[in-house]
């Protein structure tokens, strides 16, 4: 293996790991944003 194909492992791998996170936390968050609106809609009924 050559370097430049260890970099582009990293890279992809690196590409990978934050794209999950960011969709991860990104569903997190809506999870957390939706909870209250749920709360608010059940309390006003």
Known sequence: MS???IEIVLYEGTKLI???ALRYFS???AGLRAKPMHTVEFYSL
């Open 3 to 5: 370097i430049s194909t």
């Open 18 to 20: 934050l794209t999950t």
């Open 27 to 29: 569903s997190l968050e």
